[in-house]
C-alpha cells in the first residue's frame, strides 16, 4: 500500500486506543489483578510463597499466625498462588489499575486482625 493511501486510511479510521480513564474497555473473563486474602482461611502453609515463579510472596510467620506480603511490582500475575493454595484463602481480583508512583506503595501487606 502507498504511503497516501495508508496516511488517508489511517484519517478515516476509528482511533484503535480509548481516552482512558475517561472509557474503558469491558474486563476480559478471566482477568487477573490485584490479590485478595482471607485470614480466617489461610493456615499459613506457605505454598503460595514457595510456588510463586516471581518470588512476590513473603511469608511473616509460619501455621496460623502466619502474615503475608505481595509485591505487586515483583508480580507477574500468573495465578499459581490462588490456583495453589488449599484453603481458597488467596484470590485474584479484576482490579488492574495497580500503577503508583511509590514503589512501596505496590507491596500489599495482608495482616491478621488479632494475631
Ligand atoms: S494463602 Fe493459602 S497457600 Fe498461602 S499460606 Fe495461606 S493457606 Fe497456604
Ligand atoms: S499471581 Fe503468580 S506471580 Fe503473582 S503472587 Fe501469585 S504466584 Fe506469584
Known amino acids: 500500500m502507498s504511503m497516501e493511501a495508508e496516511l488517508i486510511r489511517s ?3 476509528r ?3 480509548l481516552l482512558y480513564p475517561f472509557k474503558r474497555r469491558p474486563l476480559i473473563e478471566g482477568l487477573r489483578g490485584k490479590h485478595t486474602w482471607d485470614s480466617e482461611r489461610c493456615i499459613g502453609c506457605g505454598l503460595c510463597a514457595r510456588d510463586c515463579p516471581a ?4 511469608m511473616i510467620g509460619t501455621g496460623p499466625t502466619a502474615e503475608l506480603k505481595v509485591d505487586l511490582g515483583e508480580c507477574i500475575f500468573c495465578g499459581q ?10 484470590k485474584l481480583t479484576e482490579f488492574y489499575e495497580l500503577a503508583d508512583p511509590k514503589r512501596k506503595n505496590l507491596i500489599l501487606e ?6
Open 11 to 13: 484519517l478515516i479510521r
Open 15 to 17: 482511533p484503535a486506543t
Open 55 to 58: 518470588f512476590a510472596i513473603e
Open 81 to 90: 498462588c490462588e490456583e495453589g493454595c488449599p484453603r481458597e484463602a488467596i
Open 110 to 115: 495482608f495482616k491478621r486482625e488479632s494475631v
